[in-house]
């Protein structure tokens, strides 16, 4: 059982995924897994037998994640999160978890992230992505070149896919913020966006209120930048 964060959250949009029978007829698949055979030369020359591996691929493979903060008139650092709901997440199953999972599973806190594009995957173009789902998914709209970055890449899941995820961060006006843009897809509709002190982000990270494990990467990197 969790304990009630120091400073509340939002309440996250219960936003309920109901499987279908069946996918939409024709739909491509936005994910594919490839079955490879390898083999591995240790450094000793030994070779190893062939084993078959299973790896999750696809066109978009990398993405960004950008925090977006502000200084209150105290000077203390503030940061955006935005509510998403996670079909992977949702649809868990409740029987085999180790764990008691909460009702509104699937449902997170997160920084803004996205797909890098097939015409952005270049420093100048991760640039470009970023600044965009900015604007997509909190309504800031900023100049690429605002933007900075936050540490190094990291692969989040490379026991099944290869992708890369980019951090920035870019300190914006809270009086200039818009409705956001959304990219049209159904799991982006509906989102609840609120801001927050970046060590109460934290301190709920600590506590597992933010499950998003980029999130608590780039907080954590966020709150290492100088004062």
Known sequence: MLRAPAMPLPPLPRIL???EPH??????????????MLRATFPDGERSEPFSYDIVARDR?????IAAHFRDERGAR??????SVRPPVALRNRA???????DDLGNLWELPAGLVEVDEQSPEGLLRCAAREL???LGFE???????????????????VGERHFFFHVTVDPTRRVAPTEDGSVLERKATITSLPLDEALALARSGHIEDEKTELALRRLAELPS
């Not at 996918?23 to 490879?36: D, I, N, Y």
């Not at 493979?61 to 994640?65: I, P, T, Y």
């Open 17 to 19: 995924l109901a499987q």
């Open 23 to 36: 996918a939409e007829p024709g739909s491509p698949a936005f994910l594919r897994v490839l079955r490879v």
């Open 61 to 65: 493979l990398d993405a960004v994640v």
């Open 78 to 83: 503030h940061v955006y999160l935005r509510s």
């Open 96 to 102: 085999t978890s180790p764990v008691a999972e909460r």
């Open 135 to 137: 604007h997509e998914e």
């Open 142 to 160: 900023v100049d690429p070149r605002a933007l900075a970055p936050l540490g190094p890449s990291s692969f989040p899941a490379p026991g099944m």
